[in-house]
């Protein structure tokens, strides 16, 4: 390891150091150091709420109206706490390390296997990005909007977020309105679900309506791409680092993580909760887009539940386009080695906020193409996701038990059986998925 | 808060060192590269089962 000795001060620094005063004057004060979790939470409610996004709810909303709660509430709960671990361990690397995910990747692995990474990372993000594009528009579409407002409007959103070069601002602004996520629990309140059958479910795992059939292992494979996916990685251990955290925070990072996989759960769970009248009422939802969804919720939840589910489609997708095209930039950044902080002025992290802005641009402007068959992407990207996440949770499971880069805080052996049955896990998951597609009479 | 403070200017200086380490590449197991390998070829597979669903999706 090469550490200057005197390094020339950048405003990013001066941004954490202030930060870094701010949580240390209120360690300790205050009623159980509430005061130092508000500061320090955000990173991981974030990722959280940033990946409960279009798509992701979309595939919630999938599940709920073609098989109920039966099974697939347990099932949520199990994602959220494997995304829980993997996150967990992301927030340590950056926390003992105080450098990106791209920028170790490349200098420990090196540039072939760096290459690779970002290539999955890149492909997976813009991808992404376009659904969340469609998600907005079919979201707003359900108020009349027309695509081309509901596009300029978002990113102007994300232009004005990033237009305070503090990441704290940023912070909370995409805060308040990741927080929006909350509407869909209002929706689940109007479908009137049975409590008992929500306890029941949660306390006996139901079996799957139907058995294991093709389209059931792709929907268990976008409600696992829903929770965990490589932006997730990239975007945890970006955004503790920008925020100028260290392994002394490590506690309320956890919490913090906690809290945003908690709330994630909760909200993804009322999404199936809202849409299980329609399996309940045998209606057929598979090919249902957002304002389809909203319009055959209406006969269930009411005008005012089908307005605030398509509300909930358009706020995923324009918090997942704020913090899914941030991961990207700070990636883009750390590899080439630009300037690559939230904290920057405008004109010193011209690239990183271009790469950020012009993402999301181009996604947008995809959205708008006549004719683009795009529809068809929005459950694939879950899957997708699902698949490129093995080898990214191999770089991470080599890095957070690299002596050199942690230390102390390396895996214990717990961390690792999980870490490591997690990737089993969803390899296998992978397989299954190929079968089906393969070999569907093996499900039938 | 003072930002012209001694602790500030060292968790300045900290934040800085951090930022501009330079950490050398470490020494990749034969196995650890086979495994690489392994989920690459695992991507690749997969993401033409995708391309298979996209296809009979849209036909």
Not at chain 1, 261 to 283: D, E, K, Q, R
Not at chain 1, 293 to 316: R, T, W
Not at chain 1, 328 to 345: P, T
Not at chain 2, 24 to 51: E, G, K, N
């Amino acid at each position: 390891m090469s550490e200057p000795p005197h390094a020339v001060l950048a405003p990013e620094d001066i941004q954490r150091a202030r930060d870094r005063q701010a949580i240390e004057q209120s360690r300790g004060r205050g009623f159980i150091g509430l005061r130092m979790l508000m500061l320090v939470l955000g990173p991981g409610v974030l990722v959280f709420l940033g990946e409960n996004d279009a798509p992701s709810m979309l595939s919630y909303a999938a599940t709920g109206a073609q098989f109920g709660i039966g099974f697939f509430l347990p099932f949520v709960l199990v994602t959220f706490a494997i995304a829980w671990v993997v996150q967990e361990m992301a927030a340590r690397v950056g926390l003992a390390t105080g450098q990106g995910h791209a920028q170790l990747i490349f200098a420990r692995f090196g540039r072939f296997w760096g290459g690779f990474a970002m290539l999955d990372l890149i492909a997976g993000n813009f991808l992404t990005l376009v659904t969340e594009f469609i998600g907005i528009r079919a979201g707003l579409g359900f108020f009349g909007v027309a695509p081309v407002v509901a596009v300029a409007g978002t990113l102007a959103v994300m232009a004005l977020a990033i237009s305070t070069a503090r990441y704290r601002r940023w912070e909370q602004m995409t805060l308040g309105l990741a927080l929006g996520n909350a509407i869909f629990l209002p929706v689940a309140l109007l479908a009137h679900p049975s409590l008992p059958a929500i306890g029941q479910a949660l306390l006996r795992w139901g079996p799957l309506p139907g058995g294991f059939k093709p389209s059931s292992v792709t929907l268990m494979i976008a409600d696992i791409g829903a929770t965990v996916t490589p932006w997730m990685l990239f975007f945890q251990q970006g955004a503790v680092t920008d925020k100028g955290l260290t392994l002394r925070d490590l506690p309320s990072v956890r919490l913090d993580i906690l809290i945003g996989s908690v709330l994630a759960a909760l909200f993804a769970m009322a999404a199936i909760v809202a849409t299980a009248p329609l399996f309940a009422h045998g209606i057929s939802a598979g090919n249902f887009q957002a304002a389809q969804f909203a319009e055959a919720l209406q006969p269930y939840v009411g005008p005012i539940g089908a307005s605030l589910f398509a509300l909930g489609i358009f706020e995923a997708g324009l918090v997942a386009a704020i913090t899914i095209a941030t991961a990207s930039a700070y990636a883009f950044g750390e590899v080439i080695g630009h300037a690559h902080s939230l904290n920057n002025r405008l004109r010193d992290g011209w690239l990183f906020y271009g790469v950020l802005l012009g993402s999301a641009v181009l996604a947008g402007l995809l959205t708008l193409l006549p004719g683009a068959p795009l529809e068809e992407i929005v459950i694939l990207v879950n899957v997708v996701a699902t698949l490129a996440m093995p080898p990214a949770l191999l770089f991470l499971l080599v890095m957070v038990n690299d002596r050199a880069l942690m230390g102390a805080a390396r895996n214990g052996v717990l961390g690792n059986v999980v870490g490591i049955g997690v990737t089993v896990f969803l390899i296998g998951c992978g397989l299954a998925f190929g079968a089906s597609v393969v070999a569907p009479s093996w499900f039938n | 808060m003072d930002i012209n403070s001694p602790d500030h200017e060292q968790d300045a200086q900290f934040f800085a060192r951090r930022r501009l380490t330079m950490w050398p590449r470490r020494d990749q197991s034969s196995a650890l590269t086979v495994l690489f390998w392994a989920l690459r070829l695992y991507v690749v597979v997969m993401l033409a089962i995708v391309v298979i669903v996209v296809r009979r999706a849209a036909g």
